[in-house]
């Protein structure tokens, strides 16, 4: 059985960053589910479907070819051969992603596709409720944190439009997979850490569980 490490999170909470070097450092592969949500925004709102429009959302998912693969240690996506990932960030995107997020059927085929990433192959996931929903029988859960404020000047620090507070407050009170800590995950507050000293953290935790082979990390 393939193994997955799950990492959730709010947002800027340093989940991508802590997801890729971990996996880098395991040599897994690393997969980012946010992207995957973002892409559907984007293609929503590149088309000028109003995000929250479920029934339009859906439409455009129906006539477009959405293809979940992996290169470099990293999962890929494109959408009717296009790679979205330079517009995932925009500032229409993040404003958007969290309505099309709430939308339980695009989350019934997103989360089917996150669910294939793992036949065959030991992965480490970040999301919102990759613990809690999408692979709950995983032992290796963890919660990254951080204040409000250290989040919000993260994400400043990226140059970054985004109001996380808005975004924090919908993935938490949607009805379908809030983001929610799993009850057995291991919370990691990273409001004093470095990146180095997250993925130092977890490390630790994974090796009292016995995951890790000596000397692999
Ligand atoms: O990186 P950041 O935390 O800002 O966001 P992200 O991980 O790229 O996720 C973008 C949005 O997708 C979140 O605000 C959620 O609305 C949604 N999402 C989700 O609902 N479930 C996931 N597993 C991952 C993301
Ligand atoms: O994926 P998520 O939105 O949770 O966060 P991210 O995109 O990985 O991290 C947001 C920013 O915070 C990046 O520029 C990271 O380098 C930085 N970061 C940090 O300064 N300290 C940490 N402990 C974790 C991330």
Excluded: C
């Excluded at 340093?14 to 395991?26: D, E, F, I, P, Q």
């Excluded at 088309?47 to 339009?56: E, I, K, L, S, T």
């Excluded at 709430?102 to 192959?121: N, W």
């Excluded at 999301?127 to 250290?150: H, L, M, N, Q, W």
């Amino acid at each position: 059985m393939p193994t997955v490490i799950a990492i959730d999170g709010p947002a800027a909470s340093g989940k991508s960053s802590v997801a890729r070097m971990l996996a880098k450092r395991l040599g897994w592969l690393y997969v980012n589910s946010g992207a995957m949500y973002r892409a559907v925004t984007w293609l929503a709102v590149s088309r000028g479907v109003p995000p929250g429009d479920a029934g339009r959302v859906l439409g455009l998912l129906d006539s477009t070819r959405m293809e979940f693969g992996a290169e470099n240690g990293e999962s890929t996506i494109r959408m009717d051969g296009v790679d979205p990932v330079p517009h995932l960030t925009d500032p229409q995107v993040n404003a958007g992603v969290s309505a099309v997020a709430s939308i339980p059927e695009v989350r019934r085929i997103l989360v089917a596709a996150q669910r294939e990433y793992a036949t065959g192959r030991d992965i480490v996931m970040e999301g919102r409720d990759i613990g809690s929903v999408v692979f709950p029988d995983t032992p290796y859960k963890f919660y990254v944190d951080a204040s409000p404020e250290v989040r919000a000047a993260r994400r400043a620090r990226q140059g970054l439009t985004d109001a996380i507070g808005e975004r924090d407050k919908v993935d938490s009170s949607r009805r379908t997979s809030p983001l929610v800590i799993a009850e057995d995950a291991h919370v990691v507050e990273s409001s004093n850490l470095t990146l180095d000293g997250v993925v130092g953290e977890i490390i630790g935790r994974l090796k009292l569980a016995g995951l890790t082979p000596p000397g692999q990390i």
